[in-house]
């Protein structure tokens, strides 16, 4: 069991269910956080804009108007 560090919430998380780089998120204060370890299972807020390791593709149309 694992609590919310914001608001002390159980955020029933298993630390055999989870990967290091997951984000969790509190179903009670709505905070998001990155799984750092998981044994034992450490949890750090993820910083607002964050998004997880997903890449910005830049598509051109070939229109020059």
């Known amino acids: ?3 919310c560090p914001e608001c ?3 955020l029933d998380v ?5 990967d290091e780089g997951e ?5 009670e204060c ?3 956080f ?6 034992p299972l450490e949890l750090k807020a993820v910083e607002a804009g ?3 390791e997903e890449e910005e593709v ?5 229109d020059d108007s």
């Open 1 to 3: 069991m694992v609590l």
């Open 8 to 10: 002390e919430t159980n």
């Open 14 to 18: 298993e630390e055999e269910e989870v």
């Open 23 to 27: 984000i969790v998120s509190c179903p």
């Open 30 to 32: 709505g905070t998001d």
């Open 34 to 39: 990155e799984v750092v370890t998981t044994s």
């Open 50 to 52: 964050y998004v997880e």
């Open 58 to 62: 830049e598509t051109e149309d070939g």
